[in-house]
């Protein structure tokens, strides 16, 4: 089955900064990377995805990345602000199979 | 529109005793996940249904766990003998299907087992 490696596990930036945490999988015929965020006590939300077939896609100020032949995909957050602070799991998906997520990385923004 | 809907909010209960967690996914719905969250802790699969093929068990910890899928709409995760590792949220997820479709979460179930 697939296998999703998630890091830094944790990560702190200064305000204003920016973050990036990584992704590897394991299966060649993934094809779907969406990350998700989840805020203390909430429920995770979808904030961006990309498919095989693209790179690299922005919104505003998160970007994702993906190097289909390392098999890595990457989450880029710039100007980092409080808001952003809160867990985030990348997920990979291969056709109808199911979603298999990352160990999730702590992202917290210092003031 | 609705959301993911799950029931109950909070359950507390025994150990020992049997727990039934229900979950309404969105309308038309195919794709539906049970995860498990521990305190601080990743998103632990339990179960996958899609539309009419058999269900992904692979993630269901031990034989006290199962789940099942009525009429491809609402689904029941059921807990038998509750031991105190099994106290987490319980997290139902559903999507349009495979493929590109994004996944919803509902609000879980905080099981907490005395």
């Known amino acids: 089955g697939e296998n999703v490696e998630q890091h830094p596990s944790t990560l702190s930036v200064q305000e204003g900064d920016s973050a990036v945490i990584k992704c590897t999988y394991s299966?060649?015929?993934?094809?779907?990377f969406p990350w998700y965020k989840q805020e203390l006590g909430k429920r995770p939300q979808l904030i961006i995805d990309i498919r095989s077939n693209v790179g690299e896609k922005k919104d505003q100020r998160i970007a994702v990345t993906l190097n289909k032949t390392a098999k890595h995909f990457s989450l880029h957050i710039t100007e980092t602000q409080p808001e952003d602070s809160a867990v985030y799991f990348c997920?990979?998906?291969?056709?109808?199979?199911?979603?298999?997520f990352g160990t999730g990385t702590r992202l917290t923004i210092i003031p | 529109g609705a959301g993911v809907s799950q029931s109950p909010s909070n359950k507390v209960t025994e150990k020992g005793k049997d727990v039934e967690l229900r979950c309404d996914p969105i309308s038309g719905h195919t794709a539906l996940y049970w995860y498990r969250q521990s305190l601080g802790q990743g998103l632990e699969f339990l179960i996958y249904f899609q539309g009419n093929s058999a269900p992904d068990k692979s993630g269901l910890p031990s034989d006290r766990f199962s789940a099942e899928r009525t009429g491809g709409s609402v689904s029941t995760l059921t807990i038998q003998r509750t031991q105190q590792e099994d106290s987490a949220v319980y997290l139902c997820?559903?999507?349009?299907?495979?493929?590109?479709?994004?996944?919803?979460f509902g609000p879980g179930t905080r099981l907490t087992v005395t």
């Open positions: 997920a990979v998906r291969a056709g109808n199979e199911k979603l298999t």
């Open positions: 299966d060649s015929a993934s094809n779907y």
């Open positions: 997820a559903s999507s349009l299907g495979g493929g590109f479709h994004e996944q919803y």
